[in-house]
């Protein structure tokens, strides 16, 4: 074969899969925080000789069952129809060309983990397909103090227990800071002790709470200390502030300041 003829081959071959038609679907949570909107956002393209009809949101790669049918082959707003097992919490925005948004209002734990199918199709071919799962994320919320007593003799063991939902699905965790006449100190605990999940009734797989708890034998040196525990949780707080100012933006709570009695003077 002559050198020429090798390459008018290669150029008609290359030539070929350029004029292929190609139809590329993806899709994306926006957001995706408990008791918020989750916004699932699906987007195409296709090639100039493709014309995308009828775009679909279903439970399965399958045009059917469906949660919606919107017909994408003109400009948008595209017009979406809803299916009888559609939940009321569920809606479509359409407002970009190519692009067409399914809304869940007042995402649930109950909505965790369940896949959501995008599908768009033409007259020629079988639909391009994409598969995206919710994922629920839960915030922490501010801890809660017990089983301190503030009015203590000298040398006796006191014990403070913090607990807080700690976040889903990436746990957070329960951190403690000691205070005296307002300044951070640095007191070492006779023990700590985390216990990972301590479940209450009506929690819930996507509530993690737990506990955590200190111990220290005081002395009259201890006079006047406070101690105040703080969540973290590395998607919605990574690190928690100096001090225990507003507990409910701070995640935190913290005690009185600690009454010591001497036992000898």
Sequence with gaps: MSGRH???KAFFVITLSL????????TAWLNDVAGTTATLQCNWTASADETPTTLFFSPTNTTFPFYFTCGVNSDP??????????????STISSLPGSVSMVIMNTQCSDEETSYFCLVTNSNKPP????SQLTV???????TLS????????YSNITATCTAVVGYPNAGRIIWRV??????????FKTVNTVDNVPQPGDDKCTVRIQSSVALNVDRYDQNISLACFVTNPDFKPTAPKTCT??????CAQTDSLIVTCKYF
Excluded: G, W
């Excluded at 004029?19 to 993806?26: G, I, R, Y």
């Excluded at 507003?246 to 995640?251: G, S, T």
């Design 137 to 143: 994320k839960v915030p922490p919320t501010s801890p």
């Design 19 to 26: 004029q292929v038609s190609s139809l590329f679907v993806t």
């Design 6 to 8: 090798m390459l008018f």
């Design 128 to 131: 391009a397909v994409s598969q």
């Design 179 to 188: 205070y005296q006449n307002e300044e951070i100190v640095d007191l070492p």
């Design 147 to 154: 089983n301190l007593h503030l009015n203590v003799t000298e």
């Design 246 to 251: 507003n507990p409910e933006a701070d995640l």
């Design 77 to 90: 707003p595209y017009i979406c129809n809803r299916s009888e097992s559609t939940l009321d919490r569920q």
